[in-house]
């Protein structure tokens, strides 16, 4: 199970709900510590946990920027892309699948640049 901070888990054993607050152990001995409504801290191994929602963070404003330029380039590769295709002679489909290719290519990286910026989850 991957867990990030933040996340809100139920604790099987008496059915409590938490939210994760950290991780502790070593090797084999991972535990969870999950703060419950009280403000108690309670440790449990994965096994008794039980995800309810994950915590996400939302977009700050950098971010927004860099999803719209994007957005932009993405746009421009397609209009070059198809533009490129009816220029070399191409027909209607294959001009329409290079642009949807130019268009992909900037969505991909925009993903993964958010995936590898993004908050990180823990095997636990």
């Known amino acids: 199970m991957k867990l990030a901070i933040g996340d809100v888990v139920r604790l099987l054993d008496d059915m409590a709900l938490g939210t994760v607050t950290g991780f502790s152990g070593d090797g084999s ?20 946990l039980a995800l309810v929602a994950r915590h996400l963070q939302p977009m700050t404003r950098g971010r927004r920027i860099v999803g719209g330029f994007a957005f932009a380039i993405a ?8 533009r490129s295709a009816r220029e070399l002679g191409a027909d209607w489909a294959l001009a329409f699948l290079s642009g949807l290719g130019g268009y992909t290519v900037i969505a991909v990286a925009y993903r993964w640049w958010i995936r590898l910026t993004g908050s990180r989850r823990v095997r636990v």
Do not use: H, S
């Open 75 to 82: 746009l421009l590769m397609t209009y070059v892309a198809v």
């Open 29 to 48: 001995n991972r535990f969870v510590v999950v703060t419950d409504a009280g403000g108690m801290l309670r440790y449990a191994r994965a096994g008794q």
